[in-house]
């Protein structure tokens, strides 16, 4: 406010509507008296919505105001975290509008669908952990709030029924406890048994079972 009109200024703020030109009859924040800069924030505002704003300023003369100003307030926005544990990815797909922002932001109602894919045909995938509860593949998740959601893979299993192969796979760092199985993620990076630093060549082994 630069200038009373030579009248004390005794209430000053800002009106706002969904109206053009709103007034003291709208809604009201208020800011003090007198001349000068001031600012205010406004809370509450429903999302995605086309808002009008002024100043104004009351002395004994009336009240006059500022050029009213439109914007329109922005979708209220979730961050999705998603994580996995074990090996694999998960892929995020909107099925109904979602928003990406500087992080993985969605609108508030958006779909998404998550698919947990593992990372060979040696991992499968157990479960989905978090936010949701769930052993369904892909799933269907309706961002309402803020999400963490994880997905819990493990390894499938190969049967090793001769002790001495198992720990010949033990030796070569490919298997970790004999057991009766290896995992099938690590034994499908295998290419090679005899490589200078692995030889199980002369093991006693029978039973060649799990190679495969």
Wanted: charged fraction near 30%; glycine fraction near 8%.
């Amino acid at each position: 406010i630069t200038d009373d009109g030579s009248s004390s200024i005794t209430e000053r703020g800002i009106c706002y509507s969904k109206n053009n030109n709103p007034s003291t009859n709208d809604n009201v924040i208020k800011s003090g008296e007198g001349k000068g800069s001031y600012s205010l924030t406004l809370d509450g505002l429903e999302p995605f919505t086309t808002y009008f704003v002024r100043a104004y300023a009351i002395n004994k003369k009336g009240t006059a105001y500022g050029n009213s100003v439109e914007f329109k307030t922005d979708k209220i926005r979730h961050i999705l975290s998603t994580s996995v544990e074990g090996f694999g990815t998960i892929e995020e797909k909107v099925i109904k509008e979602g928003t990406f922002g500087s992080e993985t932001k969605y609108s508030e109602g958006s779909i998404v669908e998550l698919n947990a894919i593992p990372s060979n045909e040696g991992e499968i995938f157990v479960r989905w952990e978090g936010d949701i509860e769930s052993e369904d593949n892909p799933i269907q998740i309706t961002i309402d709030k803020p999400k963490s959601i994880k997905a819990i893979f493990e390894d499938l299993r190969i049967y090793i029924p001769d002790d001495n192969f198992e720990q010949a796979m033990i030796s070569c760092n490919i298997d970790d406890v004999l057991d009766d199985y290896m995992s099938m993620r690590v034994a499908l990076g295998v290419t090679k048994f005899n490589d200078g630093s692995c030889d199980i060549r002369e093991k006693g082994i029978t039973d060649w079972t799990g190679l495969e």
